[in-house]
């Protein structure tokens, strides 16, 4: 066929096939037609016209894809990890046939320690094996599910927002978070936002009032010039000159507007919290003169309140507004309401009966949206056609705001989320931390991970006919015996289906599903209601939407209807003998509840990802004091004391699950890292008692030994180096990682080992109290602030005899010659190393110093004792012993 003549020419239905043609591009150019964002300066992403712009392929191609970490980075620390199993070998096999006879005791406890030390770093070094970081295409996102002159079919999402007691939670930063909620930049009737008051506080209900009030001006604004971020608390506290370029009058014009009204926002709120400050002795009232309903926050009805999102309510332009729903769940006397994992567990009913969205993406009350794509983020992964069905979460790193630039107390955890989740990533997902996850909602109803279909056995046509006879004989043999077989089985899983856990999917629902869309008959034909209630509870209309995988609501149900149902899934007695909690929604059994929900997941196939945008996703405030950080690290470490020692431990649990062999070893790591505070308590200790016996845990080092202890520490150097290099993390993260390892280890975790054995075996629960004693103003005041609290007494007592010891040692070598000064190099560099550690610990105990740094006065401190001791040694005033003075005989006069 000639490409220059016309196709009229051959004369064999050219007209037909043109209009198929035209047709067939005109579907193409709706199918693939991008929608136009604004840009920072009113740029609009270029011409969807231009012919560079490769819209037809775009369209078609992934919307992510995996970056695996370079081989050039990749292999040499893979290596160092094999040649370092290696000379831990070797080393402990030096260790256990040397052993020290005079000092068998601390020998025998130093190699007990040491071997812990290699499980435990075993446990935490393979899931980092195969590490691998994502990239998204926000673009091609658009492309897929935002047609121009269409709506958007972008996946719906719910947002959880959890708070209890606004004294300790600001209203003002919950506020915050809500406000870049409803300005994240995402389809306005696709998004809804649920706030869990779980103290039913007036406060907390006021202040959202405010806040629902001051979205109709904040929403608009910042989509129209599209700032970052979108919580107007740290848009206007960013150190940024916003005149530096050229913008548009009206831009600076409307800022100082709105950073007027901000600031009377702010005034009311903080007008609030004053007034809060003294509750009446009836009660709170509400304006009608009756009494609010959660006056005694132990004992309160269900209180709903939609505060956008109905009415017709807008922003100033006229423009719809996200939903705003205002949820404090029922409490009475006698019930475990199960903390913060039974909110959220209300949380996902209440929004399946309101709006049910198949996504939901939770955070905490002070983390606040910083990146306002972060759900178009995730939905690259959630929405992708290939490999989106087996996601259950995308969970996102925390970053935090208002941590000092040293980060003394390695609040950051940049180790963690920048090295061990990229790990996790390339084996079965990161493990859930509890805030910046978006779910999918059927993988928390406890069902399994679809299963991949095996393709069909392939024929082949190029045998002769005879071949084709034979194989219709036998076939037709073996045909009829597997039929046999097959309806054997069929009447076997009959059977069995009875006895089946209910985690499986599969519904039945006669009496509601009946003309609601999106209902699957073929699965709900499966199970009888007794069952889905069983699982579910007795609510016709929410089980009604655990049918329906891609969300929505049942249509022609009058809103009253909605929220009267909204109120009865969220009543005390509603999860009585139901899954909820054990196979359904956040599981209870522990404070650290995000674990045991994110493991739970993985066990039914689940697989998880993890999203790092350039642009951090959420931001947070963290305890930047000594104290709260313990605290903090205390409560992490009891859930993992609690769940290793209930049935959930990943050590036994679900071995014929979909769970993978070194995603466990990372979850049994996450379980049983609380162990190693007791081998390391005692492995600080064991310097001081070196030091002050003059003993030492390793023989007289010969140059094999030497050569082993100087390929152990070498090795230890260069893995962390490489993991530091792929992981993209500087030196002083590292070792503030390092340094709390330490602290957080002979304290919180301590504690928490022995607080969980008591809670677990005997059922005695025991809290820790911190009182505040002074504080101080500025900036990072709250870093200065000392709080006595019982956990500092463990580090405080191994600095304190780590550096007697080392004076002690000292002034013995001293006195006993230069001969000792060689045997006491090791057990100097030994106790150093923990001192060293706990420098972060000192200087929290010892608060602000506004004259002289506490280096200085630690060292002043130990260099006096040390040159005391000198100047008594070699004191010029005093005779040595074994000179003979004798007269020299001559006469001087």
């Given amino acids: ?61 992934p919307l992510s894809r995996k970056l695996p970490i370079s081989s050039s980075r990749i292999n040499p620390y893979r290596i160092v990890i094999v040649l370092r199993m290696i000379v831990l070998g070797l080393f402990f096999h030096y260790r ?30 393979f899931p980092k094996w195969q590490p691998i970081e994502r990239e998204t295409y926000l673009d091609r996102l658009s492309l897929r599910y935002e047609k121009e002159g269409k709506p958007s079919e972008l996946a719906p999402v719910d947002i959880f927002v959890s708070t209890v007691d606004p004294l300790k939670e600001p209203p003002l930063i919950t506020a915050n978070t809500v406000l870049s909620i409803l300005a994240v930049d995402y389809p306005v009737d696709k998004v809804s936002c649920y706030v869990s008051d779980d103290g039913a506080a007036m406060l907390t209900f006021e202040a959202l009032s405010e806040t629902s009030e001051f979205a109709r001006k904040w929403v608009p604004f910042c989509k129209k010039y599209q700032i970052e971020p979108r919580a107007p608390e ?56 009756t009494p609010w309903p959660g006056n005694n926050v132990r004992d309160h009805p269900g209180m709903i309140q939609v505060f956008l999102g109905q009415n017709g309510v807008r922003d100033l332009d006229g423009n719809e507004l996200p939903k705003l729903v205002y949820v404090s769940r029922e ?57 989106g069905k087996k996601i259950c979460y995308v969970q996102f790193p925390q970053r935090f705001d208002g941590i000092d630039r040293h980060d003394r107390y390695s609040n950051r955890n940049v180790v963690f ?33 679809p299963k991949q279909k095996k393709p069909p056995g392939k024929t082949c046509n190029c045998l002769p006919k005879w071949c084709f006879c034979c194989c219709c004989c ?84 009058s809103e009253a209807s909605h929220l009267k149902e909204a109120i009865h899934v969220i009543s005390c007695g509603y999860e009585d003998k139901t899954e909820w909690g054990k196979e359904v929604g956040w599981i209870y059994g522990s404070v650290t509840e995000d674990i045991l929900t994110g493991f739970k997941m993985h066990c039914h196939g689940w697989r998880s990802v993890y999203c790092m945008p350039k642009r951090p996703a959420f931001k947070g405030s963290a305890p930047i004091n000594l104290s709260d950080r313990l605290h903090q690290v205390l409560r992490w470490a009891l859930g993992s004391v609690e769940i290793l020692l209930s049935r959930h431990c990943p050590i036994w ?138 956990l500092l007494i463990p580090p405080m007592t191994l600095l304190i005899i780590n550096i007697i010891g080392v004076i002690v040692g000292i002034s013995d070598a001293i006195n006993n010659g230069y001969e000792s000064w060689g045997p006491l190099f090791g057990r100097l560099f030994f106790a150093l ?57 001559l006469d001087c006069d």
Avoid at 248 to 256: I, M, Y
């Fill in 331 to 387: 409490k009475r006397p006698g019930f475990d309401h199960h903390k913060k994992a039974g909110a959220m567990n209300s949380l996902i009913r209440v929004s399946a009966v309101l709006s049910n969205a198949p996504y939901l993406l939770n955070v905490d009350c002070d983390h606040y949206i910083n990146n306002s794509k972060a759900l178009r983020e995730a939905m690259c992964f959630m929405m992708d056609p290939i490999s």
């Fill in 833 to 889: 190393w923990v001192i060293m550690h706990l420098y972060p610990f000192l200087k929290g105990m010892m608060g602000k110093q506004d004259r002289l740094p506490t280096i200085i006065v630690v060292w002043s401190i130990l260099l006096a004792s040390i040159f005391s001791l000198l100047w008594v040694r070699v004191n010029p005033f005093t005779a040595k012993g074994g000179i003979v003075l004798e007269v020299c005989g």
């Fill in 96 to 125: 256990i046939l040397h052993p020290v006879n005079d000092a068998f005791a601390l020998w025998l406890l130093s190699v007990i320690c040491e071997i812990w030390f290699a499980v435990s770093w075993i446990l935490d070094q």
């Fill in 653 to 790: 649990y679900a071995y014929r699950s979909g769970l993978k062999p070194l995603e466990r070893f990372s979850y049994i790591a996450s379980v049983v890292y609380p162990l190693t505070s007791i081998p390391l308590l005692v492995y600080c200790t064991l310097p001081a008692v070196c030091l002050l016996t003059g003993k030492f845990i390793v023989p007289e080092i010969s140059s094999y030994a030497s050569i082993l202890f100087m390929g152990l520490f070498i090795s230890i150097a260069v893995t962390s180096v490489l993991e530091m290099q792929w992981g993209h993390v500087q030196i002083d993260d590292w070792w503030r990682n390092e340094q709390f390892w330490v602290i957080g280890g002979v304290s919180s975790h301590l504690f928490a080992l022995f607080q969980g054995l008591l809670k677990v075996l005997a059922g005695v629960n025991t809290n820790f109290t911190v009182t505040s004693k002074a504080a101080d103003d500025g900036e990072f005041s709250d870093l200065y602030l000392f709080k006595w609290t019982s």
């Fill in 474 to 557: 036998f076939g037709s043999r073996k045909k009829n015996r597997k039929s046999k077989n097959k309806e054997n089985k069929l009447k076997d899983s009959k059977k069995k289906s009875k006895n089946k856990d209910s985690s499986t999917q599969i519904h039945a629902l006669e009496n509601i599903e009946e003309g609601i869309e999106g209902i699957d008959n073929e699965k709900s034909a499966l199970m009888p209601q007794v069952k889905f209630e069983k699982k579910f509870g007795q609510s016709p209309v929410f089980i009604a939407s655990t049918l329906m995988e891609d969300g929505g609501i049942p249509q022609g149900v």
């Fill in 417 to 449: 989320f920048d090295i061990n989740m990229k790990g996790l990533d390339g084996i079965q997902g990161p493990i859930y931390v509890g805030t910046g996850c978006v779910f999918r909602r059927q993988a928390l109803y406890g069902y399994d991970a």
């Fill in 234 to 289: 740290w848009y206007f506290s960013q150190k940024v000159d916003y005149l530096k370029d050229k913008v548009h009058p009206a831009f600076v014009r409307e800022r100082r507007a709105m950073k007027r009204d901000y600031e009377e926002f702010k005034i009311r709120i903080n007008g609030l919290v004053s007034m809060a400050q003294k509750v009446p002795e009836e009660g709170w009232t509400m304006q009608d003169g």
């Fill in 1 to 61: 066929m000639d490409p220059k003549k016309d196709l009229a020419v051959y004369g064999y239905g050219s007209v037909a096939w043109k209009d198929r043609m035209e047709e067939w591009k005109k579907r193409q150019n709706e199918k693939l037609q991008m929608v136009k964002h604004p840009g920072e300066n009113g740029y609009d992403g270029g011409d969807p016209e231009d012919p560079d712009l490769p819209k037809m392929d775009e369209g078609r191609q």
